[in-house]
């Protein structure tokens, strides 16, 4: 069973910096699509940030110039440096390893990390 374990949520004032990490159990990465998404209370999950195989990414506007999402395929993990957090940045982010096309195709989620953001 492969298993997504996200580290480095946590408390932090507006203007402030977190960087999130998600690492596999099995080492996967490197032949998947990476995501991040976050959910806020009372809200649909949204994305936030994804990179490619072979490392183009993409953002949510609302993160777009704050956040960046990295990769480490040697490591099996992903990333994510978030600065300049505003309080609407507070949610559960979760990470996500998906592969799509290619057999045998595949679908991960992390188990979510709180960030908190306080004004």
């Known amino acids: 069973q492969v298993q997504l374990v996200e580290s480095g949520g946590g408390l932090v004032q507006a203007g402030g910096s977190l960087r999130l990490a998600c690492t596999a159990s099995v080492r996967i990465f490197s032949t998947a699509t990476l995501k991040w998404y976050r959910q806020a209370p009372g809200k649909e999950r949204e994305h936030v940030a994804g990179?490619?195989?072979?490392?183009?990414?993409a953002y949510s506007p609302s993160v777009e110039g704050r956040f960046t999402i990295s990769r480490d395929n040697a490591k099996n993990a992903m990333y994510l440096q978030m600065n300049n957090l505003k309080p609407e940045d507070t949610a559960v982010y979760y990470c996500n390893a998906a592969r799509r096309g290619i057999t045998p195709t595949f679908e991960f989620w992390g188990q979510g990390a709180q960030v908190t953001v306080s004004s």
């Open positions: 990179i490619s195989i072979d490392g183009r990414t």
